[in-house]
């Protein structure tokens, strides 16, 4: 890979200039917080180059584009990934080092771009990342959320949400476009007019806002590659109407700003469910009103046919939150574009493509008819148009079966589905994961494979592996490339050399000792912020996603609470040493997910505490579990719990980062753990419980009955009984009777344990016997470590980006030379 040259004087003297005049300092009277900012800065001035030559070079070649429409992206912090990117972080490092800087303190004054929940938003980090490092043209459309992700702290046990201010003290590497701004209008009627014997539909009465795009850069490994994440922000057409102010209206006179402010105001917080609200509609449809805008703008600068728009841009929907995308592009083609109703059409349907993320019911995106039509009322038009035609499309393909439409319809018992819109109108609908993309065809969107089987098609999530090996874990990243080169920075399956060094003792004593080192950076950060002493050379065992019942953790813990009463009954046990490690944020209003958070810390309180197990278990409860922190859990695991119910993890990407730093797999045949036990094999994994199929059949059934398992299974019933005799709440054994309940009476569906936590809690509990008795064999673990990192290749979001490349956007790869004189 060819390396850009770095000018160190000019850097250094780049800093302090920028200490100066952002400042007013010298660089020792700054704050580390201007050093950071002063170094951003920095750091964009080195990508400005490349960022314009990029877009030079679309102008020039023309290539089509992605736009890929997301309403979250969870980037982390960006000036550690750019330097990465940039391939100048150890220059970069040494310079610093020279006037008395240290790159690990600055990196740690950027807060992290929380624009995102979990593994949705991560995705679309890690896609953007390998775009820009295969060469696609490529623009991530999002929103400039003032308040991200909330922060998570942790009081008395409990989690409390504190509002996210990463914009406080401003951010270096983005780019305000103010030029590029468009209006996005909400609410008010349609009035028909006819001109020339065109209907012309006009919105009338609406309220508007502008949308103002801020860029930030997005820099390709390597190749002088700068894609664009476009983040719009919004502000208040006419800020302030002082002649209603002047008659008094003072509301109406601020209308338009509080618009403005609350639209951008806050992400919502919830991972795998619907929010529901007025607010959030409004929010998809100010960013893709504006994307769909600015792509439109785009294609015309160089294109007068806008029948063929799609042959130079392409849509995709990161699942259904954008689907509006589709009756907005209808929208202008037909009413400021010109174009008929089938014309219009064919060009959405060759443009949109759908991804689907899960198939949690309560994740699926329905808008009741009376808010959708009075917030964006000629969308509504569009939308009805669009299913009227699908419904008799339906009727003629199916005469007489009224099931199938009450079924696949889009507007149905006064709602509009997202995902039918976006099925009906994309030219290509994708699973992230095998098993998942299966579960689609034959179960969750059965008729609609049925009816439209070509569209259909599976892409396997990945991660990027430069910012959760190359960064994360320079230990391992230095000691592979020493092992297998550097090329496996851009392609990933070259890692599959080092399969020649897993029965080499040095080499396994190496990798076990970088691991060591790792888990010694991690036993720094909990004493830190923990205040607990974990050892590190127990078991690393580590469960790091949002919390979700569905997920498990409560399974998690109940089995740490079964262990502990297995020391505690037999304290001769011979018992290897494990530290169980936590880190999840539950979204604000889900109870039972906080629960388990109480519950997690008040067993690690009790557990911690009790001198007479000497340490043998311990459970941390890692507070803002966040992309910046995540990176060194990674890299200090030694087990990665990836226990959902089957059928329920639609991919899943932490069970990828995991396996790439060497962690060993305890997991369910579910989501995208069923590719990684192919490519590294069962034997170096520790999977357990029921199938997806098993429970599957068995949610048709109706369920199970759990009781069984309680009165027949006394480790069962002794953990479950202490849910409600105050072993772990003293002060209030009523606390957890929740979570006991959820479990033996009603956990929602009208069912006890939905998600089989008792059913599967013995082959769980069997699993991690195999885990500890496999980790006694040093070698014998060592040998299995390094066959996960050596067969991760497969997870890579550039394998990823290039399936979507290749089966569904056609773009062609762009390369980019950088003017002499910036060389
Ligand atoms: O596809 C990316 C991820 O998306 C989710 O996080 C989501 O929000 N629907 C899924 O839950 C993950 O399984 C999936 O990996």
Not at 52 to 71: G, H
């Amino acid at each position: 890979m060819a390396k850009r040259l770095f000018n160190k004087e000019f850097f250094i003297r780049s800093v302090k200039y920028n200490v100066r005049t952002l400042f007013r300092k010298e660089i020792e009277e700054a704050t580390e917080q201007q050093i950071f900012q002063a170094v951003g800065y920095a750091v964009k001035d080195a990508i400005m180059d490349a960022w314009i030559a990029t877009q030079k070079e679309y102008e020039k070649s023309d290539p089509k584009i992605v736009y890929y429409m997301s309403m979250e992206f969870l980037m982390g912090r960006a000036l550690g990934n750019n330097l990465i990117n940039l391939t100048f972080y150890d220059e970069v490092k040494e310079a610093l080092e020279e006037i008395g800087l240290d790159l690990n303190t600055i990196e740690d004054q950027e807060p992290d771009a929380a624009l995102g929940n979990g593994g949705l938003g991560r995705l679309a980090a890690c896609f953007l990342d390998s775009l820009a490092t295969l060469g696609y043209a490529a623009y991530g459309c999002g929103i400039r959320y003032r308040y991200g992700m909330f922060k998570q702290q942790i009081v008395d046990g409990y989690q409390v949400e504190v509002p996210d201010m990463w914009l406080k003290n401003g951010n270096p590497f983005e780019l305000r476009r103010p030029e590029y701004a468009k209006t996005v209008k909400f609410g008010g009627y349609v009035r028909v007019e006819n001109r020339n014997g065109r209907n012309m539909f006009i919105q009338e009465g609406y309220q508007s806002v502008l949308a103002v795009p801020v860029d930030l850069p997005i820099v390709g490994y390597g190749n002088n590659v700068i894609n664009t994440l476009r983040i719009w922000d919004a502000e208040a057409i006419n800020s302030f109407e002082l002649d209603r102010f002047d008659k008094g209206e003072y509301e109406k006179a601020v209308e338009q700003e509080n618009l403005a402010r609350n639209l951008v105001e806050v992400l919502y917080p919830n991972d795998n469910h619907m929010a529901g609200k007025e607010l959030r509609l409004k929010q998809q449809y100010f960013f893709v009103s504006a994307s769909v805008q600015e792509a439109i703008a785009k294609y015309k600068k160089k294109h007068s046919d806008i029948r063929k728009f799609y042959e130079k841009a392409t849509f995709q929907l990161n699942d259904t939150h954008p689907t509006v995308a589709v009756a907005e592009l209808m929208r202008i083609l037909m009413d400021e574009e010109g174009l008929e109703w089938d014309e219009a059409w064919d060009v959405t349907t060759k443009t949109c493509a759908y991804t689907n993320h899960t198939i949690m019911a309560e994740a699926l995106e329905k808008w009741p008819i009376e808010l959708f039509s009075r917030l964006l009322p000629r969308i509504y038009q569009i939308v009805e148009e669009i299913n009227r035609r699908f419904v008799n499309q339906i009727q003629e393909q199916y005469p007489g079966n009224y099931e199938k439409v009450k079924k696949m319809a889009i507007i149905m018992d006064g709602q509009v589905k997202m995902a039918h819109l976006a099925i009906v109108a994309g030219y290509s609908v994708n699973g992230v994961a095998r098993l998942h993309t299966e579960i689609l065809k034959k179960q969750e969107l059965k008729d609609f494979y049925e009816m439209m089987p070509q569209k259909f098609n599976n892409k396997t999530n990945g991660i990027t592996q430069r910012r959760f090996l190359l960064h994360g874990n320079p230990l391992l990243a230095k000691w592979v490339t020493a092992h297998v080169g550097d090329e496996w920075i851009t392609d990933l399956p070259k890692i599959k050399e080092l399969t020649l060094y897993v029965d080499d003792e040095k080499a396994q004593h190496e990798f076990m000792n970088i691991k060591y080192q790792n888990k010694v950076r991690l036993a720094k950060y909990i004493k830190e912020h923990n205040n607990i002493d974990v050892d590190p050379r127990s078991i690393f065992d580590v469960q790091v996603k949002r919390l979700h019942e569905y997920k498990r953790q409560l399974m998690n813990i109940l089995h740490v609470m079964y262990l502990y009463n297995q020391i505690k009954e037999h304290p001769d046990m011979d018992f290897y040493p494990r530290t169980f490690i936590f880190g999840a944020k539950a979204a604000a209003g889900y109870m039972r997910a906080k629960l388990t958070i109480k519950l997690i810390n008040s067993v690690a309180d009790v557990i911690n505490n009790d001198a007479s197990i000497n340490g043998k278990l311990k459970v941390v409860f890692i507070e803002d579990y966040r992309v910046s922190n995540a990176e060194w859990i990674f890299a200090a695991a030694d087990v990665s719990e990836q226990i959902s119910t089957a059928s329920k993890e639609a991919s899943g990407t932490g069970n990828m980062k995991f396996m790439l730093n060497g962690a060993v797999t305890l997991g369910t045949m579910d989501g995208a753990n069923v590719e990684i036990v192919e490519e590294v094999g069962e034997e170096n994994a520790f999977i357990f419980g029921m199938s997806a199929e098993e429970v599957i059949a068995l949610e048709n059934q109706g369920g199970y009955d759990p009781s069984q398992l309680f009165n027949t299974d006394q480790d069962i019933r002794h953990v479950l009984m202490q849910l409600i005799n105050g072993e772990y709440s003293p002060n209030d054994p009523e606390r957890f009777r929740e979570l006991y309940n959820a479990l033996l009476v009603d956990g929602g569906y009208n069912r006890p344990d939905p998600y089989f936590i008792l059913k599967d809690f013995r082959s769980y509990a069997e699993a991690q016997k195999r885990v500890e008795a496999a980790y006694r064999d040093e070698k014998g673990w060592a040998r299995m470590a390094m066959l996960n990192v050596a067969h991760a290749g497969k997870f890579t979001s550039d394998r990823t980006i290039q399936e979507y490349v290749d089966d569904i956007w056609k773009l062609d790869k762009v390369t980019v030379e950088l003017p002499e004189e910036a060389k």
